[in-house]
């Protein structure tokens, strides 16, 4: 079974400027989280959505920061203009099963690394 | 308040000891409580989960649970140092599995 899919790994920008993450979950997961994670800390969910509705933004900073997912499956994740304190790792999470009756169990992808100058 | 809060370490446990790794969290309505293992550079991933109080073991991992205590703990027995990592507690609030994580606890096991 693919995992958790997400490009790019590495990105360098200067603050102001524009950036944009992609996403593919586990094929058949409904759920899909953005977290963010600054180095030495623990995620922080911006976003959540089950299927393509959005469960959960209340931590996703909206005047720069947006999500979609289109048809339920792939996301992406933009910064639009980036600030220095959005330098962190971006790290894409699927869930399956429905809400209250999975595992719990996250599989995460690789992440997007996000260095800002 | 933080909703879920973990002493950040470094806890440093000599090999073959107990280590025992502490987090409490605010949200009295939470059911499901998870702990994931973050290695340096690498993406979090699930060892345990725990649904009721008490205790649940797997190999050399065990996990507790007292909801009213509000305190999930995680005991890895017979240390080794594979088992340095970053160990995540997680919490689920809500209906929508929206899962919630602490800061971490750094483990270091030395030989």
């Keep these: 079974e693919a995992g958790v899919a997400q490009s790019p790994r590495y990105k360098i920008i200067e603050k102001r400027q524009s950036v944009a993450f992609w996403c593919n979950p586990i094929s058949g997961h409904a759920t899909l989280y953005w977290y963010q994670q600054i180095l030495g800390q623990g995620p922080k969910l911006l976003i959540q959505f089950q299927n393509n509705g959005v469960v959960d933004d209340s931590q996703l900073p909206k005047d720069r920061f947006s999500a979609e997912r289109l048809k339920g499956v792939d996301s992406t994740l933009k910064i639009q203009p980036a600030k220095l304190e959005d330098s962190a790792v971006y790290l894409c999470a699927s869930m399956g099963g429905l809400a209250g009756l999975s595992t719990g169990e996250l599989f995460f992808g690789e992440g997007s690394r996000l260095t800002v100058l | ?111």
């Design chain 2, 1 to 111: 308040q933080k909703e879920v809060e973990q002493n950040s370490g470094p806890l440093s446990v000599p090999e073959g000891a107990i280590a025992s790794l502490n987090c409490t969290y605010s949200d009295r309505g939470s059911q499901s409580f998870f702990w994931y293992r973050q290695y340096s550079g690498k993406s979090p991933e699930l060892i345990m989960s725990i649904y009721s109080n008490g205790d649940k073991e797997d190999g050399r991992f065990t996990a507790q649970l007292n909801k009213a205590s509000q305190y999930v703990s995680l005991l890895i027995r017979d240390s080794q140092p594979s088992d340095s990592a970053t160990y995540l507690c997680a919490v689920s609030a809500g209906g929508y599995n929206k899962l919630i994580f602490g800061a971490g606890t750094r483990l270091a096991v030395h030989p």
